[in-house]
């Protein structure tokens, strides 16, 4: 159970930070920057779920649930010692990416192929999926620029992979099942 009695604790203030093991890094090591974008991410995904119908919302706020879980991920290092830990550390699953790819697949199966680029925007809610896509795809460079330099759970860097396709999808659900995304038309304005 997490207790957050004082939320300012000053620790911070001379530009560093604790990770999960209670090693303390620079706020800008690659590490703080992959979670920090996923924390991002989540705020996104809150504000898409303003606009979101009763079912994308359920499925929005599952991965708020999982984004969380992949920030707990990332904050934790050194994954060899793991079972050496007090508490094991929560680590993304591929159970879990399994579970984007299958709703991938059930969204995706009434689209329409794609004949162009779409330009994000159209309904409110695909507007804002579209914005949590291209977090996403941040978050994702981050975690995989951080897998140069230190040990990543590799089912975290697929997650973020499944994700931002997760949300390109169901932004063309949110338009009207892709009847209504705006499609890109090349050198339009030269």
């Given at each position: 159970?997490?207790?957050?009695?004082?939320?300012?604790?000053?620790?911070?203030?001379?530009?560093?930070?604790?990770?999960?093991?209670?090693?303390?890094?620079?706020?800008?090591?690659?590490?703080?920057?992959?979670?920090?974008?996923?924390?991002?991410?989540?705020?996104?995904?809150?504000?898409?779920?303003?606009?979101?119908?009763?079912?994308?919302?359920?499925?929005?706020?599952?991965?708020?649930?999982?984004?969380?879980?992949?920030?707990?991920?990332?904050?934790?290092?050194?994954?060899?010692?793991?079972?050496?830990?007090?508490?094991?550390?929560?680590?993304?699953?591929?159970?879990?990416?399994?579970?984007?790819?299958?709703?991938?697949?059930?969204?995706?199966?009434?689209?329409?192929?794609?004949?162009?680029?779409?330009?994000?925007?159209?309904?409110?809610?695909?507007?804002?999926?579209?914005?949590?896509?291209?977090?996403?795809?941040?978050?994702?460079?981050?975690?995989?620029?951080?897998?140069?330099?230190?040990?990543?759970?590799?089912?975290?860097?697929?997650?973020?992979?499944?994700?931002?396709?997760?949300?390109?999808?169901?932004?063309?659900?949110?338009?009207?099942?892709?009847?209504?995304?705006?499609l890109w038309v090349p050198g339009?304005?030269?």
């Amino acid at each position: 159970m997490v207790v957050l009695n004082k939320i300012y604790t000053r620790t911070g203030d001379a530009g560093e930070t604790a990770l999960g093991n209670g090693v303390r890094v620079a706020k800008h090591s690659l590490r703080v920057m992959a979670y920090g974008t996923v924390d991002e991410l989540n705020a996104t995904v809150g504000l898409a779920r303003l606009k979101a119908t009763a079912e994308s919302d359920e499925a929005l706020m599952r991965i708020q649930n999982d984004l969380f879980d992949l920030g707990a991920d990332l904050c934790r290092p050194d994954m060899a010692r793991d079972a050496e830990a007090e508490y094991p550390p929560l680590r993304v699953s591929d159970d879990q990416v399994v579970r984007l790819e299958a709703e991938i697949d059930a969204m995706n199966a009434d689209l329409q192929p794609l004949r162009s680029f779409i330009l994000p925007g159209g309904s409110e809610l695909s507007a804002a999926l579209h914005l949590c896509r291209t977090v996403a795809r941040r978050a994702e460079r981050h975690a995989v620029e951080l897998t140069t330099a230190e040990e990543v759970n590799p089912a975290a860097v697929k997650y973020l992979n499944r994700l931002s396709d997760w949300f390109f999808v169901a932004a063309r659900i949110a338009n009207d099942g892709g009847k209504a995304d705006i499609l890109w038309v090349p050198g339009a304005n030269r």
